[in-house]
């Protein structure tokens, strides 16, 4: 569906604009500015585009079925810019447009194949990026900046030198001033060092993502995501439940907005791999922080079971903070009488720390800015949820979204689905590629990959600690004086293996 401005069935979309605008001047009077513009919506064959909380930048990719050969008379050298809008009709979508928006830019055409049933037509790929790729391709940072961290990360990514962007820039406020310098990184690896000393203004949150979607470019903390202005939960944007999609006979009602909340099909991945987590110190860790100029150490233990209760997740409690909903429940491990969370050695970290090091500006602990962080961010890299579902342009990642993940259970007849009580619930929305294919049956579909990092409702807590290992009745073994014995029954038997063993030889 080209352009509309209502929604009939789920999967419509309004593909209003796709031009190439090529870096030649068009013919005109001296002095003419007017770049040469081609219009390639009738030869467009798919349309997708990645964004992601992990990712700098969004990219994407036209398939096109060209009958022309424009990649090679316009020509498509990687200067050429693209124009592209398109959206769920009725609602805000992604307008790559120049003068009104801003346009992509094309770094490469690939996959090229010859219609073998037409000489004279080829398909290929074309892939774009953002213009701030380009930038940070070409330039470096060698500069240090001294007070809060989100004015050098404005400077980076407004400056000339740098990335010289004009996108809209989404940033939250840090508690802290402090001075770093940049080592002669391109600009995103310099944000991101910024990022890694960032601490949230309004959260026990450290470690900033900086990120694009549709809307302009983030630098946030995870905590800023799950919450609003530090006081209640973030709703959830929308809401998604797996159902058959509508079968309609020829008098029945289209149901648009039912099917648009519908999920075609879903997956959970590494929804528990509690090795993986205790190694990246998930649930605890430690720090040995070594001060240089007063010549001290200290050890900090950090527990996430005693931390959790301090900050905002995915799930929350009546709107504010949950400390019962923890993605692992308490149990003593083992005949170890503690959980899991008081195994401080499982990763161990060396950080040094001066107070005040750079004069007035503030050099954070490792407790906030490297335990805590290491724990947040690995208990929301497992148990991905990825949605296939219709194409909805309201949504961009960093939202938070509600998934009923249903109770995959036998059930009886007329009876309701129940949903799943720890997996369902809300997710952080990590990453969203939209994919549109043209024709007349073509849809706009879209792959949602989104994470939690803890259950929708708590697990039960076990206080009393037990083990199946009996007391120990075992002892260690020579294993020499072990092979002495077996010797002397293989002598005794004077066979090996089915064979009658030599009276004279090396074993005699």
């Known amino acids: 569906?080209?352009?509309t401005t209502e929604v009939h069935n789920a999967g419509d979309y309004s593909l209003s604009i796709a031009e190439i605008i090529s870096y030649k001047i068009q013919g005109g009077p001296p002095g003419s500015h007017t770049p040469y513009i081609m219009d390639i919506r009738n030869i467009i064959m798919g349309v997708t585009l990645s964004e992601s909380i992990y990712d700098f930048t969004m990219v994407g990719k036209i398939q096109v079925y060209d009958t022309q050969d424009i990649r090679t008379l316009l020509p498509i050298t990687g200067l050429e810019r693209l124009n592209l809008k398109f959206n769920t009709p009725g609602v805000p979508g992604i307008n790559g447009v120049a003068n009104k928006g801003h346009p992509f830019h094309i770094y490469k055409i690939e996959s090229i194949f010859q219609d073998k049933s037409a000489t004279s037509a080829q398909a290929y790929d074309i892939y774009f990026c953002s213009r701030e790729t380009y930038y940070n391709n070409m330039r470096k940072v060698s500069k240090a900046y001294e007070g809060a961290v989100e004015l050098g990360v404005e400077d980076i990514f407004r400056g000339k030198k740098y990335l010289n962007s004009r996108k809209q820039l989404f940033m939250e406020p840090t508690k802290y001033k402090t001075k770093v310098v940049i080592p002669n990184l391109k600009p995103f690896n310099a944000i991101d060092l910024l990022g890694s000393r960032a601490v949230s203004g309004k959260y026990e949150n450290a470690g900033y993502l900086f990120f694009e979607t549709p809307d302009g470019y983030h630098f946030r903390s995870y905590e800023s995501m799950f919450a609003v202005d530090g006081v209640v939960a973030r709703p959830s944007k929308f809401r998604y439940m797996p159902q058959r999609q509508n079968v309609r006979g020829p008098h029945s009602t289209p149901t648009?907005?039912?099917?648009?909340?519908?999920?075609?099909?879903?997956?959970?991945?590494d929804s528990v791999n509690i090795l993986k987590n205790l190694s990246a110190g998930a649930y605890a860790n430690k720090s040995?922080?070594?001060?240089p100029f007063y010549k001290t150490i200290n050890i900090n233990e950090y527990d996430y079971d005693k931390n959790f209760g301090k900050h905002f997740h995915t799930e929350h409690s009546d709107g504010w903070k949950t400390d019962v909903k923890t993605p692992l429940p308490y149990a003593k491990f083992d005949d170890t009488n503690k959980a899991v969370s008081e195994e401080f050695d499982q990763r161990v970290v060396l950080s040094p720390n001066t107070s005040n090091v750079h004069d007035n500006f503030k050099f954070i602990g490792p407790k906030l800015r490297v335990q805590h962080m290491m724990s947040q961010r690995q208990l929301l890299k497992h148990g991905v949820l990825t949605l296939n579902v219709w194409g909805n342009s309201l949504l961009r990642a960093g939202d938070i979204i509600n998934f009923e993940m249903p109770l995959l259970r036998p059930m009886e007849q007329n009876t309701p689905v129940l949903k799943n009580p720890h997996w369902g619930g809300r997710y952080l929305v990590t990453a969203i590629k939209h994919n549109i294919v043209r024709g007349p049956a073509g849809r706009y579909t879209m792959v949602i990959s989104a994470v939690k990092d803890n259950v929708a409702h708590p697990y039960k807590s076990e206080f009393d600690s037990w083990t199946h290992v009996e007391s120990p009745k075992s002892k260690?073994?020579?294993?020499?004086?072990?092979?002495k014995a077996l010797l002397g029954r293989i002598k005794s038997l004077g066979t090996l293996d089915g064979q009658k063993l030599p009276k004279t030889g090396p074993h005699r």
């Open 256 to 269: 648009p907005e039912k099917d648009m909340h519908g999920v075609h099909n879903w997956g959970l991945t």
């Open 476 to 483: 260690s073994h020579n294993i020499y004086e072990l092979d």
């Open 288 to 291: 040995i922080e070594y001060d």
């Open 1 to 3: 569906m080209a352009t």
